[in-house]
């Protein structure tokens, strides 16, 4: 069987991870999101995907490659063009993107499925394309209920007693939603519904086509199904997917590593002083990094492999990427540390460097900058901690 993974997004609401990681590579416990996608495919007999990609394809293709690791066939559909001999993208849209496919060779040739590239997913597939081939269906959106404040981020649906769509909203206000259920980024299409897509433009499945088939009183149904569904299209959604993995509340997401210590788990070679740091797990270390003696770490808290955390630093409930060096007395609390970045839960980000704080987060593979005395570290705190 076959699908198709919408990977070709810009992630503008993820930076500035976005800015050198393409959305579906954003890892999950060093995982990328996307894999989980390719494993769930395989379980139900989707072995045939098509990748769209654009920013940053190459990430994409050279992790994935054609599929074999991963127990599928991975084909992928470029939407850009070169300019001055480099990769510009240019996505055609969720939609665009299904027909530039087709048009290249009719890839589509029987019930397919659709997921976006940017969320955990633990869905029975089977069940759901079982639901759309007995209702004839020629589109199929997978929903769930969220509450009626969260709706304003994604599409809402409205659809009778079976099943059948009635109204699709993209993102309204809150005041103006018609129902609670909301647009997962999950389809079960036909191949015919790609004649309602226009050739060689930018058009979006839930905001353009999918209007477009309720108002033609189109065969298009929606399933509304009890599954874990974790959506990483913000920083503060990727901030509370990893809480949710340390704290066992996504269940298809293992923690990585060996489990040293109720609650902490470390990659392989951490140098750390069990007697001389205070770890409160949940916590999540990635392998050669190096805590020094008088750190603290609280969980729920992800540290990435080759960082370097300093004596008498504080790290709180906060995510720490690769190769980030934090210095002594530094205090993070709910915080996410990408780069020269530092991001908060609700997504407001410090550009270290630009604030001239490129000595308080570092590159671990830098040599270990200068750092001076008190003042430096309490205005760290004020800028950086609580």
């Known amino acids: 069987m076959k699908a198709m993974i919408l990977a070709a997004g810009k992630g503008t609401r993820v930076r500035p991870i976005t800015y050198t990681v393409p959305k579906p590579m954003i890892p999950i416990?060093?995982?990328?999101?996307?894999?989980?996608?390719?494993?769930?495919?395989?379980?139900?007999?989707?072995?045939?995907?098509?990748?769209?990609?654009?920013?940053?394809?190459?990430?994409?293709?050279?992790?994935?490659?054609?599929?074999?690791?991963?127990?599928?066939?991975?084909?992928?559909?470029?939407?850009g063009r070169i300019v001055d001999g480099q990769l510009v993208g240019e996505a055609l849209g969720s939609a665009g993107g299904i027909r530039r496919v087709q048009d290249f060779n009719c890839f589509f040739d029987d019930t397919f499925i659709v997921l976006c590239g940017d969320a955990l997913i633990d869905l029975d597939l089977t069940?759901?394309?079982?639901?759309?081939?007995?209702?004839?269906?020629?589109?199929?959106?997978?929903?769930?209920?969220?509450?009626?404040?969260?709706?304003?981020?994604?599409?809402?649906?409205?659809?009778?007693?079976?099943?059948?769509?009635?109204?699709?909203?993209?993102?309204?206000?809150?005041?103006?939603?018609?129902?609670?259920?909301?647009?997962?980024?999950?389809?079960?299409?036909?191949?015919?519904?790609?004649?309602?897509?226009?050739?060689?433009?930018?058009?979006?499945?839930?905001?353009?086509?999918?209007?477009?088939?309720?108002e033609m009183g189109a065969p298009f149904y929606a399933i509304d199904m009890d599954f874990e569904w974790v959506d990483i299209g913000k920083v503060p959604d990727y901030w509370q997917a990893i809480r949710g993995v340390l704290l066992g509340e996504i269940k298809n997401v293992e923690i990585p590593g060996t489990q040293v210590a109720p609650g902490i788990y470390t990659g392989l070679n951490v140098a750390v002083n069990w007697d001389k740091v205070d770890i409160e797990g949940p916590v999540y270390i990635g392998g050669m990094t190096h805590i020094e003696d008088g750190a603290r770490i609280v969980g729920p808290t992800m540290i990435g492999p080759n960082c370097w955390v300093c004596s008498g630093a504080t790290v709180n409930n906060s995510i720490i990427f690769d190769y980030s060096r934090l210095g002594?007395?530094?205090?993070?609390?709910?915080?996410?540390?990408f780069g020269r970045y530092c991001v908060d839960k609700d997504g407001a980000a410090i550009d270290v460097q630009a604030a001239a704080l490129d000595w308080l987060i570092t590159d671990s593979r830098q040599s270990p900058p200068h750092y001076e005395p008190e003042q430096r570290t309490a205005l760290a705190q004020l800028l950086i901690g609580e």
Do not use: C
Request: proline share 5%; aromatic share 10%.
């Open 29 to 79: 416990l060093q995982k990328p999101v996307m894999e989980f996608l390719l494993e769930l495919l395989r379980q139900h007999g989707f072995t045939e995907v098509m990748v769209n990609v654009s920013h940053l394809a190459n990430e994409i293709e050279s992790y994935f490659r054609d599929g074999q690791r991963f127990g599928v066939n991975i084909a992928y559909s470029f939407e």
């Open 127 to 214: 069940a759901a394309v079982k639901f759309h081939r007995e209702q004839g269906a020629i589109a199929t959106v997978v929903t769930k209920s969220m509450p009626r404040e969260a709706v304003s981020s994604y599409g809402v649906v409205v659809a009778d007693e079976q099943g059948r769509i009635q109204t699709f909203q993209e993102k309204p206000s809150v005041a103006e939603a018609l129902s609670t259920t909301i647009n997962t980024g999950i389809y079960i299409l036909e191949p015919e519904v790609i004649d309602y897509i226009p050739q060689n433009q930018k058009f979006d499945l839930g905001s353009q086509l999918f209007p477009r088939l309720v």
């Open 328 to 337: 002594p007395k530094v205090r993070l609390v709910d915080k996410l540390v």
